[in-house]
Every structure is written in structure tokens, then in C-alpha cells.
């Protein structure tokens, strides 16, 4: 299989998934695509982590923001710089086809997916720390999977660069859970 047919098929792929909209659909993927929205998330996540952890919880948010540090970075600098390859919706001969629902397309580059390298690099990371604690944590590849997809709805990523963000932030999800474990084995052996 090419290149070309490769990319050829993710421009497929991207615009039936696109065309699968639904205008009480919108306003929900808006919502999933968004930052701040996610912050209600983010509190019970951290009441989860400071419940099991205590005071170790420091240290894990340390680690959390080194992952999102490097998952976001790293999409940018390893990948967006590099490949340029441009979002669909800055693609001329796309953009009538496109459901954008914004019309707002982001950067220029879309591959990979820093919202999916960020939301996988996050999941992987919460469900190593939090699986043996809580045994419904599988909800957060849910929570991974509906915000990578968003981002096909709303017409600013193909299905490669979502796919290769979720690779690519697991991977880094997985790096950062070791090297924390690793960390807490070699400096805090009781405790820190």
C-alpha cells in the first residue's frame, strides 16, 4: 500500500465521518472538544488521586504535568513541524465539503492530533495510577476516544492524525507512568 493511497483513504475516511452530522449533535461535540469545559472532569479526577494518594499526590501531578508538557509539545515539534501536513479544512479542495462547525480550523498543521496525543497520553497515564483503586477507570478511554472524534466532526483532523495522536500520546502515557513508578522505587522507596 502507497502513501497516496493511504492518504487517499484518510481523506475518505475523514469526509464520511465528517458528513455525520447532526445539529443536536453540535453543540455536544463543541462542548468535548473544549479545555475548560473538561475542568468539573478534572476536579473528580483530582479528589480521585488525592484520596488514594495523600501527600504522594504532589508528586503525581508533577508527573501529570510533565506528561501533558510533553504529549502537547512533542505532537507540535516531532510531528506538526516536521510532516506539515495541513488539516483538512485548510485543504482548498476539501473545504466545500467540510461540516466545519465553527469556522474557525486552528493551525495550519494537523498531524498528529494534539488533543487526541493529550486526552490518550492523559487516560493512559490516570488508568495506570488509578485502576487498582477504582475498578470502573476503563470510562476514561470513553472520555479519550469522544474527544479525538470531535475533532473529525468538527472538520479540523483526519482519522491518521487522530489514530497517530492516540498512538503516539499512550506511548508517552505509558513512558511517563514507568519513569514516575521508576522514580518512586530509586528516591522514595517508603514514601515521598
Known sequence: MTMATILKFDKEL???LNQLHHPLLDPLMLFVSGKI?????YLV???LIIRRYGWESIRLLLFIALLV???DQLSVR???DVFMRLRPCHEADL???IHLLTGKC????GF???HAANSFGLATFLFMALRQYYRQMGWIWFWAVLVSYSRIYLGVHYPGDILAGAVFGTLVGFAVWYLYDWFGKHFCPSSC
Do not use: H, V
Not at 469545559?37 to 472532569?41: A, C, D, N, S, T
Open 112 to 114: 498528529i492530533s494534539s
Open 69 to 71: 508538557s510533553l504529549t
Open 106 to 109: 486552528g493551525g495550519r498543521y
Open 37 to 41: 469545559e473538561w475542568i468539573p472532569l
Open 95 to 97: 473545504q466545500p465539503l
Open 78 to 80: 516531532l510531528f506538526k
Open 14 to 16: 475523514f469526509l464520511f
Open 45 to 47: 479526577l483530582l479528589y
